[in-house]
């Protein structure tokens, strides 16, 4: 580079020089803006947020330094460890649902069935729309006035009773279900992908022989997409770590706080209740989940990819 | 003889091997139809009921086949239902989205195509690690940064203002629109931009001349992604602006969670198919990007 710089001095005059210079500048100050903004986004306002978890802020923010206080008054209150509690509850079953449930759906359309595109359409669907507005679609037909206990009951079952979201005890697994309907199309996307990148002659020569369907599929197709069951879990433990507006449309955190998550009782604490110090510390406890999901996974794609270069060199 | 057995043996097992197909196929095709018909559910509950009368609503339930057919739910829904004190329906948060969207959605595109075009085609030292650093803004959940945006928001007085918000999907888009671009540029042979600037083409001559015509698909996708994702958005909506500045996403919840609309169902579904329209044609009508965008932006 100074090398260069030195011969185009030596060669030209004194305004080109000017010109290269502001040439070779060109990308750097063009990027420099989104540089300083993701900075600002990214550490400043992580840092920002936990300075305040670690202030005495309530109404207003305040900077007066009181060290972890506010996150032992977070874990000392039953309904940031029953927030914590239904995460865990609720990421267990999502995950693991939606994602069998996806891998059924992508084995089932990759048997070669007619209408492949309409099937796949109408499993991502939910994916395109805000949880927001479905919530909302979801929330009566899980109530008893007009949605699937009324339907039921008018179609002769008088004493059927569904009613997920008015029960304290079963109002987790309508968010359960409803989280796994908008999520497992994606599921089944990403497995549906990873299936057709399976090596056809593997699954050819097992055929030959005689290797009935399901064998095929558990000792040759599953095995070779096995990364993507590990994507699969983390984006939707991301999802599940970050579900907000599910909860809010469909139970708005009850009955009662019966379905209160950290990303909800992060935004009652900031804006309803007016402790913004243990709101941060909360908040930053969400960060902290996320990182306990994203930095073994980051560091195992990197492996693996290191591991792959390394092999194919 | 043997030959006949042979044949009749094997006739018997093509006969098996026949059923055994058949019932195969029945059951993919019950399984997807089954699952098929609870996924459509709710996008039909929501149409259906937007177009039939409350009375009848309220007598057949909200999953029936309609009976009756009207318009009267949407002029409500549009102009003149109440929503968090005022009625004038659901119009000025509809507009205020896509005075959001669209914005915000071009910007940070922009953005990224430049950013992504320098990260891949112009590194510097540090770039990579610049660039590894920029994309952490992917995985940081919005709560982190409440109290920063309040207080950013509050100083240039764009609080409860819908210019705020798309100033806020600017800088947080950044990191998806980047992180796409890049991974897409990176695919475009270097020699090619060796050759262009041997040829004496500039850092924007080589955007504008072999860059931007090889960009349409990763274009499609990011708009895509950025306009649902942001159309979709409901956390910063709902914090940082109220009433009238709002955001639909923000107002439907609004209006879905509020007690004495409760029974509104036929205004509600009006309401609620106005907020999914946008993105549910963007998905009809360009699904492909879209699932590319999905897969490429989680899995990331």
Known sequence: MTAFANRTTALTPAQPRWRDRLSEWTPILIIAPSLVASFIYVFVFTGWTFYISLSNSTLLPSYKFVGLKPYFDLWANQRWKLSYANLLYFSAFYVVIAALLGLGLAIAIDARVKFESVFRTIFLYPLAVSFAVTGAVWRWLYSPDAGIEYLVRSMGWTDFTFRLTTDRNLAIYAIIATGVWQSSGFAMALFLAGLRSVDQDLVKAAQIDGASQFRIYRKVVLPSIAPIFIAVAVVLLQFAIKTFDLVMALTTGGPGIATSFPATYVYDLMFQRGQIAIGAAASIMMLTALAIVLVPYALWSVWRSNRRARGHG | ?300
């Open chain 2, 1 to 300: 003889m043997v030959d006949i057995a042979f044949d009749a043996d094997f006739a018997a097992s093509v006969r098996t091997e026949r059923r055994r197909y058949v019932l195969g196929r029945i059951g993919v095709y019950a399984f997807l139809g089954f699952f098929a018909i609870i996924y459509l559910l709710p996008l039909f509950v929501i149409v259906a009921n937007a177009f039939r009368e409350l009375p009848e609503i309220t007598q057949n339930g909200l999953i029936a086949f309609p009976r009756s057919f009207s318009f009267k739910a949407w002029p409500t829904a549009w102009s003149h239902f109440c929503v968090a004190g005022t009625c004038e329906g659901v119009k000025r948060n509809f507009y205020n989205s896509l005075l959001m969207t669209i914005p915000a959605t071009i910007v940070s595109t922009v953005l990224g195509a430049v950013n992504g075009y320098v990260l891949s085609k112009w590194r510097f030292r540090g770039s990579e690690f610049l660039f590894g650093c920029m994309t952490l803004g992917v995985f940081m959940p919005g709560q982190i940064a409440l109290m920063p945006w309040a207080y950013i928001l509050g100083s240039l007085h764009l609080s409860n203002s819908v210019y705020g918000l798309v100033l806020v999907h600017c800088v947080q888009g950044l990191s998806f629109t980047t992180l796409f671009c890049r991974n897409y540029y990176i695919n475009i042979p270097d020699d090619l931009i060796k050759a262009a600037r041997i040829d004496g083409a500039g850092f924007w001559r080589i955007f504008v001349k072999i860059v931007l015509p090889l960009s349409p698909p990763i274009l499609i996708v990011t708009v895509i992604w950025q306009f649902t994702g942001i159309w979709n958005e409901y956390l910063f909506g709902v914090v940082f602006t109220g009433g009238q500045q709002q955001p639909i996403t923000a107002a439907v919840v609004a209006m879905a969670t509020a007690v004495m609309n409760a029974k509104a169902y036929d205004v509600t579904s009006a309401a609620v198919l106005i907020a999914a329209l946008p993105p549910l044609l963007i998905y009809f009508f360009g699904g492909k990007y879209f699932v590319r965008g999905l897969t490429q932006g989680a899995v990331k």
